[in-house]
Protein backbone atom coordinates (compact mmCIF):
# COMPACT_ATOMS: atom_id res chain seq x y z
CA UNK A 1 0.00 0.00 0.00
CA UNK A 2 1.24 3.63 -0.86
CA UNK A 3 1.32 5.87 1.62
CA UNK A 4 1.24 9.74 1.79
CA UNK A 5 4.71 11.37 2.19
CA UNK A 6 4.72 14.24 5.23
CA UNK A 7 5.33 17.18 3.63
CA UNK A 8 8.05 20.11 5.22
CA UNK A 9 6.44 21.75 8.46
CA UNK A 10 4.36 18.42 9.98
CA UNK A 11 6.19 18.23 13.66
CA UNK A 12 6.74 14.57 13.06
CA UNK A 13 9.54 15.30 10.91
CA UNK A 14 11.11 17.18 13.68
CA UNK A 15 10.51 14.38 16.63
CA UNK A 16 13.56 12.23 17.76
CA UNK A 17 12.37 8.85 16.66
CA UNK A 18 11.98 6.55 18.92
CA UNK A 19 13.62 2.57 18.95
CA UNK A 20 11.54 -0.32 18.48
CA UNK A 21 11.54 -3.80 19.00
CA UNK A 22 11.00 -6.58 17.00
CA UNK A 23 7.21 -7.01 18.12
CA UNK A 24 6.13 -3.88 16.69
CA UNK A 25 2.58 -4.26 15.16
CA UNK A 26 2.39 -5.30 11.46
CA UNK A 27 6.68 -4.44 11.22
CA UNK A 28 6.59 -6.66 7.99
CA UNK A 29 4.04 -4.90 6.24
CA UNK A 30 5.09 -1.22 6.96
CA UNK A 31 8.49 -2.23 5.17
CA UNK A 32 6.72 -3.78 2.29
CA UNK A 33 4.42 -0.47 2.22
CA UNK A 34 7.42 2.01 2.62
CA UNK A 35 9.28 -0.09 0.07
CA UNK A 36 5.95 0.41 -2.06
CA UNK A 37 5.66 4.27 -1.05
CA UNK A 38 9.59 5.17 -2.05
CA UNK A 39 9.64 2.79 -5.34
CA UNK A 40 6.20 4.42 -6.78
CA UNK A 41 7.80 8.33 -5.26
CA UNK A 42 11.08 7.47 -7.18
CA UNK A 43 13.07 7.87 -3.78
CA UNK A 44 16.26 6.32 -3.36
CA UNK A 45 15.69 6.20 0.84
CA UNK A 46 12.64 6.72 2.88
CA UNK A 47 12.53 6.88 6.91
CA UNK A 48 9.52 6.03 8.83
CA UNK A 49 8.84 9.27 9.69
CA UNK A 50 8.02 10.97 6.37
CA UNK A 51 5.44 8.43 6.61
CA UNK A 52 4.34 9.68 9.95
CA UNK A 53 5.62 7.65 12.14
CA UNK A 54 8.57 8.88 14.87
CA UNK A 55 10.69 5.73 14.76
CA UNK A 56 14.45 4.94 14.23
CA UNK A 57 13.51 2.82 10.82
CA UNK A 58 14.55 3.68 7.46
CA UNK A 59 15.10 2.03 4.09
CA UNK A 60 17.25 2.62 1.17
CA UNK A 61 18.01 0.94 -2.81
CA UNK A 62 20.84 3.11 -4.13
CA UNK A 63 20.10 1.07 -7.48
CA UNK A 64 19.22 4.66 -9.23
CA UNK A 65 22.69 5.54 -8.97
CA UNK A 66 24.31 2.76 -10.01
CA UNK A 67 25.37 3.98 -13.10
CA UNK A 68 27.36 6.24 -10.72
CA UNK A 69 28.52 4.24 -8.53
CA UNK A 70 28.41 0.17 -9.53
CA UNK A 71 28.70 -0.53 -6.02
CA UNK A 72 25.22 0.59 -5.41
CA UNK A 73 23.36 -1.72 -7.92
CA UNK A 74 22.90 -4.09 -5.08
CA UNK A 75 22.56 -1.70 -2.44
CA UNK A 76 19.23 -2.18 -0.93
CA UNK A 77 18.98 -2.53 3.10
CA UNK A 78 16.45 -2.12 5.93
CA UNK A 79 18.02 -0.25 8.91
CA UNK A 80 16.42 -0.27 12.48
CA UNK A 81 17.56 1.66 15.48
CA UNK A 82 20.36 2.73 13.32
CA UNK A 83 23.02 5.10 15.07
CA UNK A 84 26.12 6.41 12.77
CA UNK A 85 28.95 6.29 15.34
CA UNK A 86 31.79 7.92 13.61
CA UNK A 87 31.69 10.02 10.68
CA UNK A 88 35.39 10.97 9.18
CA UNK A 89 37.15 11.53 5.83
CA UNK A 90 37.13 14.42 3.87
CA UNK A 91 33.45 16.25 3.72
CA UNK A 92 32.55 16.63 -0.10
CA UNK A 93 29.61 18.69 -1.24
CA UNK A 94 26.61 16.78 -3.42
CA UNK A 95 23.08 17.82 -3.83
CA UNK A 96 20.25 16.57 -2.16
CA UNK A 97 16.85 16.43 -2.69
CA UNK A 98 13.98 14.85 -0.34
CA UNK A 99 10.63 13.58 -1.12
CA UNK A 100 8.95 15.99 2.21
CA UNK A 101 10.52 18.86 0.59
CA UNK A 102 9.47 18.76 -3.18
CA UNK A 103 10.95 20.91 -5.89
CA UNK A 104 14.04 21.95 -3.34
CA UNK A 105 17.77 20.47 -4.34
CA UNK A 106 20.55 21.89 -2.38
CA UNK A 107 23.98 21.05 -2.22
CA UNK A 108 24.60 19.53 1.06
CA UNK A 109 28.60 19.13 2.50
CA UNK A 110 28.96 16.01 4.07
CA UNK A 111 31.90 13.69 5.66
CA UNK A 112 32.76 11.28 3.14
CA UNK A 113 32.85 8.18 5.89
CA UNK A 114 30.89 6.79 8.36
CA UNK A 115 30.42 3.71 10.34
CA UNK A 116 26.68 2.46 11.77
CA UNK A 117 25.35 0.74 14.32
CA UNK A 118 22.16 -0.99 13.42
CA UNK A 119 19.82 -3.40 12.88
CA UNK A 120 18.63 -5.42 9.91
CA UNK A 121 14.51 -6.62 8.81
CA UNK A 122 15.48 -9.82 11.22
CA UNK A 123 16.85 -7.75 14.11
CA UNK A 124 20.23 -9.12 13.47
CA UNK A 125 22.74 -6.19 14.80
CA UNK A 126 25.16 -5.17 12.77
CA UNK A 127 28.26 -2.52 12.30
CA UNK A 128 29.26 -1.50 9.04
CA UNK A 129 30.80 1.34 7.22
CA UNK A 130 30.13 2.87 4.04
CA UNK A 131 31.42 5.80 1.37
CA UNK A 132 30.37 7.38 -1.28
CA UNK A 133 26.91 7.77 -2.39
CA UNK A 134 25.85 4.89 0.15
CA UNK A 135 27.42 6.66 2.49
CA UNK A 136 25.53 10.23 2.07
CA UNK A 137 22.05 8.25 1.52
CA UNK A 138 22.36 6.95 4.71
CA UNK A 139 23.46 10.13 6.44
CA UNK A 140 20.54 11.61 5.07
CA UNK A 141 18.02 8.61 6.37
CA UNK A 142 19.68 8.88 9.43
CA UNK A 143 19.10 12.88 9.76
CA UNK A 144 15.02 11.63 9.72
CA UNK A 145 15.39 9.66 12.59
CA UNK A 146 17.04 12.20 14.32
CA UNK A 147 14.51 15.04 13.57
CA UNK A 148 16.99 16.63 10.81
CA UNK A 149 16.41 17.44 7.60
CA UNK A 150 18.74 18.20 4.68
CA UNK A 151 17.69 22.23 4.61
CA UNK A 152 18.92 21.96 8.46
CA UNK A 153 22.66 21.52 6.86
CA UNK A 154 22.18 24.21 3.89
CA UNK A 155 24.46 27.10 4.20
CA UNK A 156 22.54 30.34 6.40
CA UNK A 157 22.18 32.28 2.99
CA UNK A 158 20.96 29.63 0.51
CA UNK A 159 18.73 28.58 3.67
CA UNK A 160 16.53 32.35 3.09
CA UNK A 161 16.83 31.79 0.30
CA UNK A 162 14.73 28.93 0.72
CA UNK A 163 12.28 30.21 3.07
CA UNK A 164 9.27 31.07 1.03
CA UNK A 165 9.63 27.91 -0.98
CA UNK A 166 9.60 26.27 2.67
CA UNK A 167 6.34 27.98 3.72
CA UNK A 168 4.66 27.24 0.50
CA UNK A 169 5.45 23.65 1.18
CA UNK A 170 4.01 23.03 4.41
CA UNK A 171 1.08 24.94 3.30
CA UNK A 172 0.35 22.66 0.59
CA UNK A 173 1.33 24.90 -2.00
CA UNK A 174 3.49 22.39 -4.10
CA UNK A 175 3.37 20.15 -6.63
CA UNK A 176 4.71 16.92 -6.34
CA UNK A 177 3.67 13.50 -8.37
CA UNK A 178 3.14 11.24 -5.80
CA UNK A 179 0.60 11.27 -2.62
CA UNK A 180 1.12 13.94 0.26
CA UNK A 181 0.44 15.05 3.52
CA UNK A 182 0.16 18.68 4.82
CA UNK A 183 0.34 19.86 7.93
CA UNK A 184 -3.03 20.60 9.60
CA UNK A 185 -4.14 24.42 9.78
CA UNK A 186 -4.23 25.61 13.01
ZN1 LIG B 1 14.65 13.09 3.14
Known amino acids: MILPIYAYGDPVLRKEAEEIT ?9 IANMWETMYASHGVGLAAPQVGLPIRLFVIDGSPFAED ?4 EDFKKVF ?5 LEEEGEA ?13 REKVKREGTITIEYMDE ?3 LKEETFDGLA ?4 QHEHDHTDGILFVDHVNPFRRRLLTKKLNDISKGKVDADYKMRFPKKR
Request: glycine letters at 6%; aromatic letters at 14%; one cysteine or more.
Open 22 to 30: ADYPKLKEL
Open 69 to 72: EPSL
Open 80 to 84: INAYI
Open 92 to 104: WEFEEGCLSIPGV
Open 122 to 124: NFQ
Open 135 to 138: ARII
